[in-house]
């Protein structure tokens, strides 16, 4: 496959980052990576900077960063030019957002709670207070204007 040492397979690309050859092709096609060259035989290569850079997608999406927040993300680090200041609004910009989920799960966690405190575990389903919790019109009104608040 002419593997050379500044340029990597696929398959070696994927051992090194822990990503599969799927994922690897997925990120080629929506841009988060490129192959440097190609192989006489057609094989897509990549530079070792590549293993480098699906670390660090791989981390981004652990810890819950989207596929378009990493390609702006990336964007921000291939360009160099005012990258600390780029960088510094896109992690307000996150830090926003997972606040705002955070607010959503709270709400969501203290809905279950109340639902959970209404179980009585021995009523009939047509009887149960928590499907008449979440039917509740005014309830629901609740959750909605909570939404529009985020």
């Known amino acids: 496959m002419n593997e050379t040492p500044d340029r990597l397979t696929i398959g070696a690309l994927a051992a090194q980052s822990r990503l599969s050859r799927e994922t690897i092709r997925y ?12 192989s006489e035989g057609g094989y897509r290569l990549y ?6 850079r699906l670390r660090f997608i791989r981390t ?28 510094g609004d896109f992690i307000r910009d996150k830090r926003a957002a997972v606040e705002r989920q955070i607010e959503r799960l ?9 639902l959970e405190a209404r179980c009585p575990h021995v009523e009939a389903l047509f009887a149960c207070p928590i ?7 005014r309830w629901m009104a609740d959750a909605e204007e909570g939404e529009r608040r985020d």
């Open 106 to 114: 709270t709400r969501l966690k203290e809905l279950l709670l109340d």
């Open 47 to 52: 530079a070792p900077g590549a293993v480098d």
């Open 131 to 137: 499907i008449d919790r979440l039917a509740d019109e």
């Open 27 to 38: 990120y080629e096609r929506v841009g988060l990576i490129r192959p440097s060259a190609r």
């Open 60 to 87: 981004l999406r652990e810890l819950g960063f989207t596929l378009n927040e990493i390609d702006r993300l990336l964007g921000i680090v291939d360009r160099d030019a005012g990258r600390c200041a780029d960088i």
